[in-house]
């Protein structure tokens, strides 16, 4: 994937991939399945180790929240993930294939990276689009889409984040929270399996932060999409997380349910890092 280009799909629809070679994967994993399993990720720049041995697993229809100081490697695995950064160890498997392993990408991961979507803090909106070219410009070019396909899955993908009405807006004429909505729904035309989200909600008033958790909430429940979340919101984790992994100088040191985490956990530097983000 691309990182200003969407990507992806999700659990409830079908839309298999085209391969180079004509032929078309389609994602198997169920809900409550495995969609993407890492194991041994390493990565470093320069002489700081950013991801020490990472063994990360997401399941469909999961909600996963990623917390951790920063630099500590969360935004680092979504990078891995995503594609858009490479690993210097490890493996990376999604729908039981291996999609990363000896330091490159596999053949397989063409067939698979259309169903892994980014969403970024900053939108990543061109502003001198309107929102439907803004949603309909990466399926056209990558999947080949006619101009009025592209436009009705443009409106679908809008209804879906309460945004109908937006279709023509410019990013300027929006809301923070009506433009993260926007690249939701960019992120939706390619019609993900896996969001994968960095912050996305941190430049957002509480209300509207609930909004963007409304819409991540209906996806993973109506359409089965599994969610990686990377947030310093703890109010917002506890409420949106089905898993809690807290990142710790480059390694997983919890992952558990929010209850585990937040209430029961005896990991210091957790329990450290949740004071110290709360007040």
Known sequence: MTENAPEGGSHARTGP???ATGAQRTITAAIGEALVSARGLQKSFGDRRVMRNVDFDMLVGDITVIIGKSGSGKSTLLRALAGLT?????????DGEVVFEDRQRTPVWKEVDSYIG???QSYTLWPHMDVAKNLTLAPRKKLGM??????ERAKRSLAEVGMSEHLHSR?????????QRAAIARALMMEPKLLLCDEITSALDPPVAAEVLGVLRRLKEEEG?????????MAFASKAADRVVFFHEGEIAVNATPDEAFNRSDNAELKKFVDAVRF
């Not at 999409?225 to 919101?233: F, G, K, P, S, Y």
């Open 17 to 19: 991939v085209a391969t």
């Open 146 to 151: 006619s101009e009025a396909e592209a436009m």
């Open 225 to 233: 999409i599994a969610v990686a979340l990377v947030t310093h919101d």
């Open 118 to 120: 980014m969403i970024f």
């Open 86 to 94: 490479e690993p210097d160890d490890g493996r990376i498997m999604f």
């Open 171 to 179: 990013p300027a004429q929006l809301s923070g929270g009506e433009r």
